[in-house]
């Protein structure tokens, strides 16, 4: 569906997030990325008419999210994100779609592509959601080539600076990316499990000793994440 939208947002990883989401999911066009509200009132009074939606960011410096959207039209279409709960009852004063929680994933982007599309009248053009995570996939850029990626054959992403390894059985993918930005787009299987990795956990063969074993790769586990990565795990003791 043709859609023309915005995002307002002073966070430039979550801008840098959303606007990734967009071009690889949608047929929505991304008028323009604002971040601060200022910049975002003086865009809107000059494209009033070619902005279907925004997805506006609640914690911002100087203008909130809901200081702005109380100077907005009151059709002003919304999809609030922020990483804080607190604010949903207040968000839908306004004429809002959807309430984001951040990190947004993409499982929970597509459910909202679904609300944002039916909102205009007409069923999203994406298939419906795949039951189960392994059924979904990216597309990595390697040089000029975009390679699709299905997720379950994923082993581990193995974080070098500003890049990130994709390792599977048969290839080993180096993408331009930090490992935190991927590890906002991935649900469990995958867990963070140390600074430097992020685990398919449906491809490990043991835990032993701190260490995951996939394969021939033993990958540590660091205090930092061992909670989370032992919440996972032990869903599946028997």
Same mark, same amino acid.
């Given at each position: 569906m043709n859609l023309s939208c915005i995002i307002i947002d002073d966070e430039p990883n979550a %801008?840098?997030?959303?606007e990734m989401l967009i071009g690889?999911?949608?047929q929505w066009q991304l008028l323009t990325k604002c971040y601060n509200g200022l910049e975002a009132l003086a865009f809107l009074k000059e494209n009033k008419h070619k902005v279907d939606? =925004?997805?506006?960011? =609640?914690?911002?410096?100087?203008l909130s999210g809901m200081e702005l959207a109380g100077l907005l039209p009151s059709d002003t279409k919304i999809v609030?994100?922020?990483?804080?709960s607190e604010f949903?009852?207040?968000s839908y004063t306004f004429k809002t779609i959807d309430y984001l929680l951040k990190p947004i994933t993409l499982k929970r982007f597509l459910a909202a592509q679904q609300k944002i599309e039916a909102s205009f009248g007409k069923a999203? %053009?994406?298939a419906p959601l795949p039951a189960q995570t392994d059924q979904e996939y990216f597309f990595v850029k390697s040089g000029k080539v975009l390679r699709k990626i299905l997720l379950e054959h994923i082993l581990y992403f193995e974080g070098e600076k500003e890049y990130v390894r994709v390792v599977t059985h048969?290839?080993?993918l180096l993408i331009y990316r930090r490992l935190k930005d991927i590890e906002e787009q991935l649900t469990v299987p995958f867990v963070r499990v140390h600074n430097s990795y992020i685990v398919n956990t449906k491809q490990l063969n043991k835990i032993q000793d701190n260490h995951i074993y996939i394969g021939d790769k033993h990958i540590p586990v660091s205090e930092k994440f061992k909670d989370g990565f032992m919440a996972v795990i032990n869903q599946r003791i028997f």
């Amino acid at each position: 569906m043709n859609l023309s939208c915005i995002i307002i947002d002073d966070e430039p990883n979550a %801008v840098k997030l959303l606007e990734m989401l967009i071009g690889q999911t949608t047929q929505w066009q991304l008028l323009t990325k604002c971040y601060n509200g200022l910049e975002a009132l003086a865009f809107l009074k000059e494209n009033k008419h070619k902005v279907d939606f =925004i997805f506006l960011d =609640i914690n911002m410096p100087h203008l909130s999210g809901m200081e702005l959207a109380g100077l907005l039209p009151s059709d002003t279409k919304i999809v609030f994100t922020t990483a804080y709960s607190e604010f949903a009852a207040e968000s839908y004063t306004f004429k809002t779609i959807d309430y984001l929680l951040k990190p947004i994933t993409l499982k929970r982007f597509l459910a909202a592509q679904q609300k944002i599309e039916a909102s205009f009248g007409k069923a999203p %053009v994406a298939a419906p959601l795949p039951a189960q995570t392994d059924q979904e996939y990216f597309f990595v850029k390697s040089g000029k080539v975009l390679r699709k990626i299905l997720l379950e054959h994923i082993l581990y992403f193995e974080g070098e600076k500003e890049y990130v390894r994709v390792v599977t059985h048969t290839d080993q993918l180096l993408i331009y990316r930090r490992l935190k930005d991927i590890e906002e787009q991935l649900t469990v299987p995958f867990v963070r499990v140390h600074n430097s990795y992020i685990v398919n956990t449906k491809q490990l063969n043991k835990i032993q000793d701190n260490h995951i074993y996939i394969g021939d790769k033993h990958i540590p586990v660091s205090e930092k994440f061992k909670d989370g990565f032992m919440a996972v795990i032990n869903q599946r003791i028997f």
